[in-house]
């Protein structure tokens, strides 16, 4: 997806009964169990199971901040889904 030229991804982060965080974002910043990494627009699809800290850094610069006991997360062309089984 673009905004104005900039490249940016969907993520909706919920628990097992309700949507915790749903928006667009310029780039995810998150923990497996081989350490942190980067989703950024136009990142592999992949499947993973995180932890720690979750960083969303928003198109307007601002960072969202939420953590993750244990969870998974999928991304598919641009769009990123997380799942807490554990807060």
Do not use: Y
Not at 33 to 59: C, K, Q, S, T, Y
Request: proline share 2%; aromatic share 4%; charged share 25%.
């Amino acid at each position: 997806m673009t905004d104005n030229g900039k490249q940016k991804l969907s993520i909706t982060i919920r628990n097992k009964t309700k949507v915790l965080l749903q928006k667009e974002c310029a780039s995810i910043s998150m923990v497996n169990e081989i350490g942190p990494f980067d989703i950024l627009p136009e990142h592999a699809n992949f499947v993973a199971v995180v932890r720690g800290e979750i960083l969303v850094r928003e198109m307007s610069g601002g960072v969202t901040k939420l953590n993750c006991v244990r969870g998974v997360t999928r991304v598919n062309t641009d769009v990123v889904d997380v799942v807490f089984l554990e807060e």
